[in-house]
């Protein structure tokens, strides 16, 4: 997966965080792959619809729900086009929060 996503984001800088690897475009962070799926960042409008995807959760961190990021299984990202597409969503998310 972390290969997959590096294919996808050739010039974002790598920072090991989250038990895993975060993905930063601009400062701003797009997703982190770790063993557990793709901590994927997302508009905060679009999360509650998201979510309802098989393989996509809420990000949780300790006792706090995120309402701009989600948690999304290996399994669901399978297909390249399917990773894609969440990795450009991402990008989109952190473009728009740096501005």
Do not use: N
Not at 27 to 56: F, I, K, N, T, Y
Not at 60 to 82: I, K, N, P, Y
């Amino acid at each position: 997966m972390l290969e997959r996503v590096r294919a996808l984001l050739p010039t974002a800088e790598e920072k090991r965080m989250f038990g895993g690897v975060g993905f930063m475009v601009d400062g701003s962070m797009v997703c982190a792959v770790s063993p557990r799926g793709v901590m994927v960042r997302v508009d905060r409008a679009e999360q509650d619809d998201l979510v309802q995807q098989a393989g996509v959760t809420p990000m949780v961190m300790g006792e706090r729900r995120s309402r701009t990021w989600v948690s999304v299984t290996h399994e669901a990202l399978a297909d390249d086009a399917e990773l894609e597409a969440w990795v450009e969503r991402g990008a989109a998310a952190a473009r728009a929060a740096g501005s």
